[in-house]
Every structure is written in C-alpha cells, then in structure tokens.
C-alpha cells in the first residue's frame, strides 16, 4: 500500500493584512468549497494544516464534510521571509524567490531560509507518513511550503512549478515508507479556471 498525502495550497487572500490572520477573499471561500467536493470521497483519515488562517480555511469545509477537525500544525507554517509580519509587495517576493532558490541558505533579516523552512516542513511531512502509513491525508500549505517540502524529495520542484501553481491548488504524493513515487496535480484536472 501507499500512503497518500494531498497537498492542498489555500485559496485566495487578501493581499494586505497579517500573515497570521489573514483569511480568504470571496473566491476563495468558493473555492474552499470546490476542495471539500474534491476530496470528500478520498477516504481522508487526517486533516492538518499550518496555523496561517487562510490555510485552515481551505480546508476546514473538507473536514467538516468528513466529520474530522483540522489539525494545526505550527511547523507547517508559511515561511517567514522577514521580520515584518505583513506580507511582502509581489515587486519585494519576486526577487526574493529567486535568490532563496537560487542560494537555499539565503534570508533577509529577522527571515527563513528555504533550507530551515524546508527542514522544519520535512520534519513534519515525515512524522506525519510515519503515524499514518498506509492512510490518507490532507494537508494545508502555502505555496512556497509546498514546493519546498517536494523539492526535499525530487529536486524538479523548484522555482518554476512554485509558479506554474495557482490558488488553491492541489498536489496527490503518493509514497512508500518516505520514498516519493508518485505526484498527480488533482485541481487542474478538476477545475478550469
């Protein structure tokens, strides 16, 4: 058997706002219910997602659907990218991206690494195969997470997937033990936007 991991990357948010609190848009309220169609005949054992609101949001209506609470996860977390709490102007994240990909030891003050975010992701995804081997779960993430966290075991996720993905966006990794067999885009198959 495989254990299966969707990664579900949250909806549209507003773009200004703390990156803690911030929640979803209208549309990605709609969209969060889309998820929860998608998925609730997945047979979902687990929902987790990191404690940024708009990924809970995502995919709350999913484990409403399924009778499951969503496990918050603080080491899920969106990478911090600087001391600032707010979220970063698209012309100041651009850059930034791509001198982190570029150089994953690379941070501004008071920031994360791609390297710790990565590490500290992984650690998780890793407990989280272990105490649900064979099972399948959902978890709430943030692109850069995401792709940070598949890039740890095939190094074709890069810069360039993280920007071929949308908002929400949902990724099916299926693996044996921590190996990654497989990974099949789920949303983009589903939905046309």
């Known amino acids: 058997m495989s254990t299966i991991v969707y990664m579900v990357r949250h909806g549209d948010s507003p773009k200004e706002g703390n990156e803690r609190t911030r929640g979803l848009t209208e549309i990605g309220h709609e969209d969060a219910q889309q998820v929860a169609e998608l998925l609730r005949d997945k047979k979902i054992d687990v929902v987790v997602s990191s404690p940024h609101l708009r990924s809970i949001l995502t995919v709350e209506k999913l484990a409403l659907h399924i009778g499951k609470e969503v496990e918050?996860?603080?080491d899920l977390r969106e990478r911090v990218f600087s001391s600032n709490e707010n979220r970063l102007e698209d012309h100041e994240l651009g850059p930034l991206l791509e001198k982190s990909f570029e150089d994953f030891t690379f941070s501004l003050v008071g920031g994360e690494s791609n390297a710790a975010c990565q590490k500290?992701?992984?650690q998780v995804l890793k407990e989280l195969l272990h105490t649900y081997k064979d099972k399948n779960m959902v978890i709430g993430t943030h692109g850069v997470v995401m792709t940070l966290m598949m890039n740890y075991f095939n190094s074709s996720f890069d810069l360039d997937f993280l920007y071929s993905t949308?908002?929400?966006d949902i990724y099916r990794l299926a693996f044996n033990?921590?190996?990654?067999?497989?990974v099949e885009r789920v949303w983009g198959k589903a939905f046309v936007k």
Do not use: F, H, Q, S
Request: aromatic share 0%; hydrophobic share 40%; charged share 40%.
């Open 120 to 122: 500290r992701a992984v």
């Open 166 to 168: 949308t908002k929400p």
């Open 72 to 74: 918050i996860i603080e």
């Open 177 to 182: 033990d921590e190996e990654l067999v497989t």
